[in-house]
């Protein structure tokens, strides 16, 4: 398996602008998470979904922080509009439910570095 | 509530020293601990983990023993390599929901030929 995917791995824009973060868990997976990794905050968790559907977005900082999964596949995190204290490293995560592999693992993408300018 | 403290870095060390990275968890339920490791410009791996008391998790050379009296998961390895150097994050499950995880701060550890 190529593990979790995300795009793009890095994303500078211009404060007021909209953005878009993907992610493509690993197939099978039932459970996404979404962090933002800063040094001053370190690893936040933004929200995670089961299944597609959202379970706990109360880490999500405002409503400028949108997060959806509209398939198994494929899930987008969208800040609209975004700022400059926006700046920070967003890892997409997945984690299986049940089989032969604990549920509890995590498996992480490779980040997408955003620059708010 | 639920939380996971590790020990401030950074962490400087000489090739084949002792490494000790302290973890302690607060004693809600019965989570599982586990240690995470990141490297420079890429995302967490898992490194080890372990789900009941007294358990060990290993991998790469590196233990971590999960004691239940004392509510840590410390990890260890007898001898670091420059490899080594990463920023490594204790975590352990939240509460009654599956699959969420609470993560440490992490300590980066910058090891020296």
């Known amino acids: 398996d190529a593990g979790v995917i995300q795009s793009p791995r890095h994303e500078v824009t211009e404060m007021g602008q909209e953005v878009t973060l993907r992610c493509k868990p690993i197939?099978?997976?039932?459970?996404l998470f979404w962090y933002r990794q800063t040094m001053m905050r370190g690893l936040e968790l933004l929200i995670y979904?089961?299944?597609?559907?959202?379970?706990?977005d109360s880490g999500m900082p405002e409503d400028r922080f949108s997060a959806k999964m509209p398939n198994a596949s494929f899930s987008t995190l969208k800040i609209q509009p975004s700022e400059p204290r926006d700046s920070a490293v967003y890892f997409c995560?997945?984690?299986?439910?049940?089989?032969?592999?604990?549920?509890?693992?995590?498996?992480f993408g490779p980040g997408t570095r955003l620059t708010v300018l | 509530g639920d939380s996971v403290t590790q020990m401030e870095g950074p962490v400087t060390l000489s090739e084949e020293a002792f490494l000790t990275i302290n973890c302690t968890y607060t004693?809600?339920?019965?989570?599982?601990l586990f240690w995470y490791v990141q490297y420079p410009g890429e995302g967490l791996q898992l490194l080890l983990k372990?789900?009941?008391?007294?358990d060990k998790g290993s991998n790469k050379g590196f233990e971590a023993t999960y004691r239940k009296e004392t509510t840590s998961f410390h990890l260890e390895k007898g001898s670091v390599q420059v490899s080594d150097s990463a920023v490594y994050f204790c975590?352990?499950?939240?509460?009654?929901?599956?699959?969420?995880?609470?993560f440490g701060k992490g300590t980066k550890l910058s090891v020296k030929p």
């Open positions: 197939s099978g997976h039932d459970y």
């Open positions: 372990a789900t009941k008391a007294d």
């Open positions: 004693a809600t339920g019965y989570p599982s």
């Open positions: 979904f089961n299944n597609n559907v959202p379970i706990d």
């Open positions: 995560a997945s984690s299986p439910l049940g089989g032969t592999e604990s549920t509890d693992t995590q498996y």
């Open positions: 975590a352990r499950t939240y509460g009654g929901s599956q699959g969420n995880l609470i």
